[in-house]
Protein backbone atom coordinates (compact mmCIF):
# COMPACT_ATOMS: atom_id res chain seq x y z
CA UNK A 1 0.00 0.00 0.00
CA UNK A 2 1.34 3.73 -0.82
CA UNK A 3 1.67 5.27 2.85
CA UNK A 4 0.09 8.22 0.70
CA UNK A 5 -3.39 6.57 0.86
CA UNK A 6 -2.91 5.92 4.79
CA UNK A 7 -3.94 9.80 5.16
CA UNK A 8 -7.08 10.49 3.48
CA UNK A 9 -6.81 14.03 3.31
CA UNK A 10 -2.82 13.58 1.83
CA UNK A 11 -4.52 11.59 -0.46
CA UNK A 12 -7.69 13.90 -1.64
CA UNK A 13 -5.42 16.94 -1.74
CA UNK A 14 -2.51 14.89 -3.84
CA UNK A 15 -5.41 13.76 -6.49
CA UNK A 16 -6.81 17.81 -6.43
CA UNK A 17 -3.51 18.95 -7.14
CA UNK A 18 -2.57 16.65 -10.22
CA UNK A 19 -6.18 16.90 -11.48
CA UNK A 20 -6.02 20.92 -11.44
CA UNK A 21 -2.48 20.73 -12.66
CA UNK A 22 -3.88 18.73 -15.91
CA UNK A 23 -6.83 20.65 -16.32
CA UNK A 24 -4.62 23.80 -16.35
CA UNK A 25 -2.07 21.78 -19.09
CA UNK A 26 -5.21 21.04 -21.05
CA UNK A 27 -6.65 24.50 -21.35
CA UNK A 28 -3.27 25.90 -22.36
CA UNK A 29 -3.19 22.68 -25.18
CA UNK A 30 -6.54 23.95 -26.32
CA UNK A 31 -5.30 28.03 -26.90
CA UNK A 32 -1.99 26.67 -28.40
CA UNK A 33 -4.09 24.79 -30.67
CA UNK A 34 -6.15 27.26 -31.59
CA UNK A 35 -3.34 29.28 -32.19
CA UNK A 36 -2.18 26.74 -34.93
CA UNK A 37 0.94 24.88 -32.70
CA UNK A 38 -0.75 21.61 -33.43
CA UNK A 39 3.25 20.23 -32.05
CA UNK A 40 3.32 22.32 -28.37
CA UNK A 41 -0.83 21.48 -28.11
CA UNK A 42 0.39 17.91 -28.50
CA UNK A 43 3.29 18.59 -25.96
CA UNK A 44 0.87 20.43 -23.60
CA UNK A 45 -1.81 17.27 -23.94
CA UNK A 46 0.37 14.74 -23.00
CA UNK A 47 1.97 16.95 -20.06
CA UNK A 48 -1.65 16.56 -18.97
CA UNK A 49 -2.33 13.04 -19.32
CA UNK A 50 0.74 12.84 -17.54
CA UNK A 51 -0.60 15.06 -14.79
CA UNK A 52 -3.63 12.98 -15.00
CA UNK A 53 -2.02 9.55 -14.07
CA UNK A 54 -0.35 11.24 -11.25
CA UNK A 55 -4.20 11.73 -9.84
CA UNK A 56 -5.00 8.69 -10.68
CA UNK A 57 -2.43 7.17 -8.75
CA UNK A 58 -3.33 9.13 -5.74
CA UNK A 59 -6.49 8.64 -6.04
CA UNK A 60 -8.42 5.75 -3.74
CA UNK A 61 -9.93 3.11 -6.06
CA UNK A 62 -12.98 2.80 -3.44
CA UNK A 63 -14.14 6.35 -4.86
CA UNK A 64 -15.23 4.63 -8.10
CA UNK A 65 -17.14 7.96 -9.74
CA UNK A 66 -13.97 10.03 -9.51
CA UNK A 67 -11.76 6.89 -10.38
CA UNK A 68 -13.97 6.88 -13.84
CA UNK A 69 -13.68 9.99 -14.64
CA UNK A 70 -9.93 10.16 -14.09
CA UNK A 71 -9.82 7.59 -16.29
CA UNK A 72 -11.52 8.67 -18.94
CA UNK A 73 -10.17 12.26 -18.92
CA UNK A 74 -6.76 10.38 -18.75
CA UNK A 75 -7.44 8.27 -22.02
CA UNK A 76 -9.05 11.26 -23.65
CA UNK A 77 -5.86 13.67 -23.40
CA UNK A 78 -3.46 10.70 -24.51
CA UNK A 79 -5.75 10.61 -27.78
CA UNK A 80 -5.21 14.79 -27.78
CA UNK A 81 -1.64 14.11 -27.87
CA UNK A 82 -2.20 11.77 -30.28
CA UNK A 83 -0.24 8.85 -27.96
CA UNK A 84 -2.79 5.99 -29.30
CA UNK A 85 -0.41 3.43 -27.69
CA UNK A 86 -0.64 5.18 -24.59
CA UNK A 87 -4.41 5.51 -24.63
CA UNK A 88 -5.07 2.47 -25.91
CA UNK A 89 -3.10 0.65 -22.92
CA UNK A 90 -4.48 2.99 -20.23
CA UNK A 91 -8.31 2.26 -21.48
CA UNK A 92 -7.66 -1.90 -21.54
CA UNK A 93 -5.98 -1.54 -18.38
CA UNK A 94 -8.72 -0.31 -16.32
CA UNK A 95 -11.51 -1.41 -18.78
CA UNK A 96 -9.73 -5.23 -17.32
CA UNK A 97 -9.50 -4.07 -13.62
CA UNK A 98 -13.14 -4.38 -12.86
CA UNK A 99 -12.98 -1.28 -10.73
CA UNK A 100 -14.93 1.10 -12.89
CA UNK A 101 -18.55 2.04 -12.49
CA UNK A 102 -20.77 1.66 -15.94
CA UNK A 103 -20.70 5.21 -17.31
CA UNK A 104 -17.03 4.78 -17.35
CA UNK A 105 -16.86 1.76 -19.18
CA UNK A 106 -19.14 2.71 -21.74
CA UNK A 107 -16.71 5.43 -22.35
CA UNK A 108 -13.71 3.77 -22.48
CA UNK A 109 -15.38 1.55 -24.87
CA UNK A 110 -16.43 4.37 -27.07
CA UNK A 111 -12.66 5.96 -27.10
CA UNK A 112 -11.22 2.68 -27.69
CA UNK A 113 -13.84 2.04 -30.93
CA UNK A 114 -12.63 5.97 -32.05
CA UNK A 115 -9.23 4.60 -31.92
CA UNK A 116 -9.88 1.57 -34.23
CA UNK A 117 -10.88 3.09 -36.80
Not at 44 to 63: G, W
Not at 90 to 96: G, H, I, Q, S
Request: proline letters at 1%.
Amino acid sequence: MNAAKIVSGSVAMSWAIHHSKSEELASQAEVTLKKGDRESARDLYRLSAEAEEHALEALDSSKTRTLGITVVSATSLWLKAEALQQAECMACRWLASGLLPAFATAQLQELLQTMRQ
